[in-house]
């Protein structure tokens, strides 16, 4: 569907499953790409793992194969995923819907790569503005928005597999507060977590 900017309280609802990997490199650097939402001017944006919804049939480990693939160019085999690692439901607010998602989280060691955007959907090359690799200490440290705000949590999961999968808070990640007026949600759209919701700016962010 078209992004179309609408009043917060006009805004449609989508629940969805999704599946995101930790590309991991020898330096211990996570590639993150930096996203947009097209009905905000300007700053802010924020950064996020490669990954997306799961496909009509598609398990999680399938989803993330492609979802790599289409968003980096890396062609992955199924035995290259560690995990799950964690698993949370989030919530997202954008000026045009609000989702919310179960994510399944993955993490693959790389050796360097160049990343490949050619295969984006039409929705990614809309929202997508640039993509890089982060060490530990930049993400402490960064004043940007990073989701998950779990990520360092799930970086330093990624070495020891004894841990998986690590227990993940719910959370809402918003740009546009997912309750600001919002009125649309379907009655049978099932539960939301009873836990805190407020917006999270990421990892390192001083609010």
Not at 147 to 175: H, K, N, V
């Amino acid at each position: 569907m078209p992004f179309e900017r609408v009043p917060p309280e006009n805004r449609r609802f989508e629940r969805r499953n999704t599946a995101r990997v930790l590309l991991i490199d020898p330096d211990g650097r996570v590639l993150l790409f930096h996203d947009s939402d097209p009905g905000l001017r300007g700053p802010p944006r924020f950064w996020i793992t490669p990954g997306g919804g799961l496909d009509p049939g598609e398990t999680v480990e399938q989803g993330a194969l492609r979802e790599v693939a289409e968003e980096t160019g890396l062609i992955l085999e199924p035995s290259d995923l560690r995990g799950p690692i964690g698993h949370r439901i989030v919530v997202h607010g954008y000026s045009d819907k609000v989702v919310e998602q179960g994510e399944t989280y993955f993490a693959v060691r790389v050796a360097g790569f160049e990343v490949d955007i050619a295969g984006h959907t039409n929705d990614e090359q809309t929202t997508f503005v640039g993509h890089r690799w982060w060490t530990a200490d930049e993400l402490r440290t960064t004043d940007a928005i990073v989701w998950p705000t779990s990520l360092l949590e799930l970086i330093e999961a990624a070495t020891d597999a004894t841990r998986w999968p690590i227990p993940i808070d719910d959370a809402e990640e918003s740009m546009v507060p997912a309750d600001a007026g919002f009125a649309s949600r379907p009655t049978d759209a099932g539960p939301r977590s009873t836990r805190s919701r407020q917006p999270s700016p990421g990892p390192g962010t001083t609010p």
